[in-house]
C-alpha cells in the first residue's frame, strides 16, 4: 500500500463524526505511514491551566506561562506530551516539520524536561500541553477519508498556536469555503 503522507495536515471531523469522540475535532496529523498514523485534538482544552501543570509537578515560576492542557485524543489519555515550535528540543523530540516538534512522555522525561524550561523561560516559544492522543491502525485513516469521515487541509502554525480554540473549526472550514451546516451524508447502498 503506498500512503501519500499527510504529516503536518489538520483533520477537521466531518458530520458523519455526529456523537463520535471525534464530533467538532480538529486534529493535527504528526506521524503517518504505511503502518498508520498518530496525530492530536488540538481544539479540546481541558478545565486545567499550564500553570496548573506546573504546581503539579512541582515546578515553581515566576513568569508568566500561558495556555490550557488540552485533551489530545482517546488513545492513552493519560500519556502527557507537548506540541511546540523547534528551537527547543530533548531526547525524546521528534520534527515534525523544521518549525513544529513533538516531546513525548517516554522513559527519560521529555514533556518534564520540557515544562521545566518553560517554567525557568528557556522553553519552547510556542507551545501546546495535551494528555492522550489520536491514532490509526495500517489504512485505517485512508478508509475514514474514503467514508467522509474526515476533510485534510495543511497545518497552519498561527491557527495551532494562536487561534481561540474555539473558533479553529470554524476558520478552518471558512478556510476551505466548507459549511458544516449544509452537508448531508446518505447511509446504504445504490
Excluded at 18 to 34: A, G, I, N, P, R
Excluded at 42 to 54: A, I, M, Q
Excluded at 131 to 141: D, M, S
Aim: proline letters at 5%; glycine letters at 8%; a negative charge.
Amino acid at each position: 500500500m503506498d500512503v501519500d503522507s499527510l504529516v503536518n495536515h489538520f483533520l477537521l471531523a466531518l458530520p458523519i463524526q455526529t456523537d463520535s469522540y471525534f464530533e467538532d475535532s480538529v486534529t493535527l496529523l504528526v506521524k503517518h505511514d504505511q503502518e498508520g498514523a498518530m496525530g492530536f485534538i488540538v481544539n479540546r482544552p481541558t478545565p486545567v491551566s499550564l500553570k496548573d501543570v506546573l504546581v503539579r509537578v512541582e515546578l515553581k515560576t515566576k513568569l508568566e506561562v500561558k495556555g490550557m492542557m488540552l485533551e489530545g485524543g482517546p488513545v492513552s489519555r493519560t500519556f502527557p506530551s507537548m506540541i511546540h515550535t523547534s528551537e527547543f528540543s530533548t531526547d525524546e523530540t521528534f520534527k515534525v516539520t523544521e518549525d513544529i516538534s513533538v516531546t513525548m512522555q517516554e522513559s527519560h522525561g521529555g514533556v518534564y524536561e520540557t515544562l521545566k524550561a518553560i517554567a525557568e523561560g528557556k522553553g519552547p516559544q510556542e507551545y501546546l500541553f495535551l494528555l492522550g492522543y489520536a491514532g490509526w491502525g495500517p489504512g485505517q485513516l485512508e478508509s475514514e477519508l474514503e467514508d467522509n469521515a474526515w476533510v485534510a487541509c495543511p497545518a497552519d502554525r498561527q491557527i495551532l498556536f494562536d487561534e481561540p480554540f474555539e473558533s479553529r473549526l470554524q476558520k478552518l472550514s471558512d478556510q476551505l469555503n466548507m459549511d458544516f451546516d449544509k452537508f448531508v451524508f446518505h447511509g446504504g447502498d445504490a
